[in-house]
């Protein structure tokens, strides 16, 4: 029965070099004379250069940038202390771009350099840590609104008090829903109006229109609720709550800088002006000053007229 044979070294090696081709990374291998004896097509492609013209070259020659950096300092320590370092840095060459270095030394002499781009995960993971902020942000935002609500709400029963409360807390819901769908970076005016308008009147009740305009993160939950105040009020006492009554939204830009929304009622019961000021009109007056803008009721008798600036 025959022994197996050892592979010749140049047979090693030639499965060496074909598995370092293969990979995803870029990678190259320095001799004692830091004379480049290896770079796979990775490192080509990331480099834009072609390992033709660098084997046999002195890296420092090819890459005087690297001199004086934790770069170098790592080199030298896998090459002269056997030494292995594994870091992340912006690379020199691609500002662009972000790497994570793995410099280890080679059995017999020399040093084996690993570059992974992490550019991608570095964003990604830089997108998570600020959507978790903001998430926390909001969820401590809902609550003090929460808190709020339920301070201030006034009702001559509790089951009224119940439905007034259920029915905020339930638009700051949408809210929070309006901006997941859009992974926390804002909602569109037209998204947070049929979302909220459709809990209270019939599809054909009302009518939107207006560009395509997208509040900030932190304008979402105010606009939603004082479009919930003036929905409610308009089921209530207003147009929401005739057969033959509609609510008509438009808005418009002024100068990229200014929204204004116009919301009208018509069809609906004779209007009043009310005698005095409830906490839906104050929490409305509140949440304008909140994105930055005004709000403005005109009590018409033909149907409410209100417009709402918000700051953009």
């Known amino acids: 029965m025959g022994v197996m044979q050892s592979p010749e070294p140049s047979e090693t090696e030639a499965r060496l070099a074909a598995v370092l081709e293969s990979v995803s990374d870029g990678f190259y291998a320095l001799d004692r004379d830091w004379c480049y004896v290896l770079f796979n097509r990775a490192a080509e492609r990331y480099f834009n250069v072609s390992s033709k013209a660098l084997l046999g070259k002195v890296m420092w020659d090819v890459f005087p940038?690297?001199?004086?950096?934790?770069?170098?300092?790592?080199?030298?320590?896998?090459?002269?202390?056997?030494?292995?370092?594994?870091?992340?840095?912006?690379?020199?060459?691609?500002?662009?771009?972000?790497?994570?270095?793995?410099?280890?030394?080679?059995?017999?002499g020399g040093i084996a350099v690993t570059l992974t781009d992490i550019t991608d995960r570095?964003?990604?993971?830089?997108?998570?840590?600020?959507?978790?902020?903001?998430?926390?942000?909001?969820?401590?935002?809902?609550?003090?609104?929460?808190?709020?609500?339920m301070h201030l709400t006034r009702a001559?029963?509790?089951?009224?008090?119940?439905?007034?409360?259920?029915?905020?807390?339930?638009?700051?819901?949408?809210?929070?829903?309006?901006?997941?769908?859009?992974?926390?970076?804002?909602a569109?005016?037209?998204?947070?109006?049929?979302?909220e308008l459709a809990t209270m009147g019939k599809a054909d009740a009302y009518h939107l229109d207006g560009p395509a305009v997208v509040l900030a993160p932190g304008q979402v939950q105010p606009f939603s609720m004082v479009v919930h105040e003036l929905a409610t009020n308009a089921s209530k006492y207003g147009a929401f709550g005739a057969e033959a009554g509609e609510v008509h939204v438009d808005w418009t830009l002024e100068g990229d800088k200014v929204l204004r929304v116009v919301w009208r009622e018509t069809g609906?019961?004779?209007?009043?002006?009310?005698?005095?000021?409830?906490?839906?009109?104050?929490?409305?007056?509140?949440?304008?000053?909140?994105?930055?803008?005004?709000?403005?009721?005109?009590?018409?008798?033909?149907?409410?007229?209100?417009?709402?600036?918000?700051?953009?």
């Open 65 to 108: 940038q690297g001199r004086g950096t934790p770069f170098e300092r790592a080199c030298v320590a896998a090459m002269d202390k056997a030494e292995t370092s594994v870091f992340e840095t912006p690379s020199r060459l691609r500002p662009d771009r972000v790497v994570e270095l793995r410099i280890a030394p080679m059995h017999g």
């Open 122 to 149: 570095k964003r990604n993971e830089a997108a998570r840590d600020l959507l978790m902020r903001e998430v926390d942000h909001r969820a401590r935002n809902m609550l003090a609104v929460v808190q709020s609500i």
């Open 156 to 186: 001559g029963d509790v089951a009224r008090y119940k439905q007034i409360v259920l029915g905020r807390v339930s638009a700051l819901a949408r809210a929070q829903g309006a901006l997941a769908s859009r992974r926390w970076e804002g």
């Open 188 to 195: 569109l005016v037209a998204e947070v109006l049929a979302e």
């Open 268 to 312: 609906g019961p004779p209007v009043r002006a009310p005698t005095r000021k409830g906490f839906g009109s104050k929490l409305i007056s509140d949440l304008a000053r909140q994105l930055g803008g005004s709000a403005s009721f005109d009590w018409a008798q033909d149907g409410l007229k209100f417009e709402l600036t918000v700051a953009l």
